[in-house]
């Protein structure tokens, strides 16, 4: 079994930055792409980024392209999101996501097998 957990976040005032990483424990299971996810509340979840295993290729919601930037470390197991110019709207609960696949990188929530619990981040205004 996979578990990932997620570390990170919290709140902050519009304009500051947050970083929230994930870590997959349990079996080693590769390769694998890794993605984050959020929810707020009353909306539905939605695709934020994702990052193949290599780490060479990422993906980008429109919302959190050039302010966000995806990365993993070497062994592949952990992954980082670096948030800048955080805005109100970008408050909600980010889940971590991964999958067993070599070259897959689902933008849906249904693309993905394994979850994180989820932290908040507050963006104040």
């Known amino acids: 079994q996979v578990q990932l957990v997620e570390s990170g976040g919290g709140s902050v005032q519009a304009g500051g930055s947050l970083r929230v990483s994930c870590a997959a424990s349990g079996r080693t299971f590769s390769p694998n792409t890794m993605a984050w996810f959020r929810q707020a509340p009353g909306k539905e979840r939605e695709f934020v980024a994702a990052?193949?295993?290599?780490?060479?290729?990422?993906n980008y919601a429109d919302s959190a392209k050039g302010r966000f930037t995806l990365s993993r470390d070497n062994a592949g197991q952990s992954v980082h999101l670096q948030m800048n110019s955080l805005k109100p709207e970008d408050t909600a609960v980010y889940y971590c996501a991964a999958v067993l696949t070599g070259y897959l990188m689902p933008q849906t929530t249904t693309g993905y097998r394994y979850w994180g619990q989820g932290t908040q981040v507050t963006v104040s205004s």
């Open positions: 990052i193949s295993w290599s780490g060479e290729t990422t």
